[in-house]
């Protein structure tokens, strides 16, 4: 069975921007995305500098949004790349949190734990618990989608074409959080 | 437009300052086509055009209008950007394929950029390209194309040098896709995806395939076969 959302690689070849309408004056023109980490209670993780772009969906004009993941090209003579994020010590395990994005359903936010350019744990840390149904729905999704964003690593995808609305909440979510871990 | 959009590229020096001037490109065409042709937001030309407040139109208006035109004559009328809502009142949405126009045109701006591979990811379209240098060098993007029925799964995966990917279907939003011929929106189960060289025709091509995949699929192949359809 296959399952991914998104694919985090190890090696860092792809400098990724993240535009939102909905917070026109932090996007695109960064140069690289750094990490923005909190330091998980049992890691040894380091701040690194701030630069975060926004991220999100403009809740009124509820467009799919697209999941995607950092590329990796084996083969290709032209590729190879710089790690964006601040000091990184490759032993310690570092943990990012996503935006929160805000669904139809409510707000979804991610977390994962980085340690040594890959992804170790994720968890949702928040859910749109509003009602019963969300928590049918919710309850369903994001145990998948936590085991699934770990093992995304093995599914080898570059992008996504087409999504639901609570997975893509927790999609973005976990986009942004990748995207500032600049795998 | 309202959505998020990632940029992705792969070259040896991703930093490089005309690199990072072509992805600011990228979302400064992005930003002046909402402005111009949003449907949602009150000040764009579009809305102001249709409720007659605007003497001079941006010129791709015009162009967006022409090329509904040519998407109804290609698709036979699935893809229709002119409706009649209630009490018979014509209007005009372009939305679906300016979506693919815009993410289209946006990339021209990473295909002059040399030694760059580049995949732009918006709301569930997807386009792959490279900028001059070695044809050879451009490397594969794999492209999963999720299942409608199961979200954050994967049904498939496309694997795309230079090209576009694009879904349409109901899992996201619902029933926002009319069907012309009877101007109801289409509820089922299920998507069509269509991988071509173009992200506007693949936008226009998915959208048509989900109203009528059938008639969509002979159409296709005999008015753009390089555009494959995926029903899932």
């Avoid at chain 2, 109901?170 to 071509?196: E, L, Q």
Wanted: hydrophobic residues 40%; negative net charge; charged residues 20%.
């Amino acid at each position: 069975m296959r399952r991914i959302t998104t694919w985090i690689l190890s090696t860092v070849s792809a400098l990724v921007l993240l535009f939102s309408y909905h917070t026109s004056t932090s996007s695109g023109a960064a140069a690289s995305v750094t990490a923005q980490a909190d330091t998980d209670p049992g890691g040894t993780g380091s701040t690194g500098t701030g630069g975060s772009s926004g991220s999100g969906s403009a809740p009124s004009a509820p467009e799919t949004g697209g999941s995607s993941g950092s590329g990796s090209s084996p083969s290709a003579p032209g590729t190879g790349g710089s790690n964006g994020s601040g000091s990184s010590s490759s032993s310690a395990a570092r943990t990012f949190t996503g935006d929160a994005v805000t669904t139809r359903f409510g707000d979804v936010q991610v977390r994962i734990t980085v340690k040594d350019g890959r992804i170790t744990a994720s968890k949702v840390t928040r859910v749109p618990w509003t009602d019963h149904r969300d928590q049918e729905i919710n309850s369903r999704a994001v145990p998948i989608l936590n085991a699934e964003a770990v093992d995304a690593q093995a599914a080898d995808i570059d992008m996504v074409s087409g999504a639901t609305y609570t997975s893509r909440g927790y999609a973005e979510s976990l986009q942004s959080a990748i995207d500032r871990a600049d795998l | 437009m309202g959505m998020p959009v990632s940029v992705h590229v792969r070259a040896v020096e991703p930093t490089r300052p005309d690199l990072v001037a072509g992805v600011a490109r990228v979302f400064a065409h992005l930003r002046r086509v909402d402005a111009v042709l949003s449907t949602w937001r009150a000040d764009s030309d579009l809305l102001r055009l249709q409720h007659g407040e605007l003497a001079d139109a941006h010129p791709w208006l015009a162009e967006v209008t022409e090329l509904c035109l040519e998407a109804e004559e290609r698709t036979d009328g699935l893809f229709a950007a002119w409706r009649r809502r209630d009490r018979g009142r014509l209007t005009f949405d372009p939305t679906g394929l300016v979506k693919g126009w815009a993410v289209s045109g946006a990339a021209a701006h990473l295909d002059v950029v040399p030694e760059v591979s580049y995949s732009i990811g918006a709301g569930g379209d997807v386009v792959v390209g490279a900028g001059p240098g070695p044809s050879a060098a451009a490397p594969e993007w794999r492209i999963g194309v999720e299942d409608p029925r199961r979200p954050s799964t994967l049904a498939r995966v496309v694997t795309v040098r230079r090209g576009a990917v694009a879904t349409s279907g109901a899992a996201a939003r619902g029933a926002h896709v009319v069907d012309p011929r009877t101007g109801s929106g289409i509820m089922r189960a299920g998507s069509a995806t269509v991988v071509g060289p173009d992200l506007l025709w693949a936008d226009v091509w998915a959208t048509a395939a989900w109203v009528d995949p059938v008639h969509a699929r002979a159409l296709m192949a005999a008015h753009d076969p390089q555009y494959a359809l995926l029903t899932l």
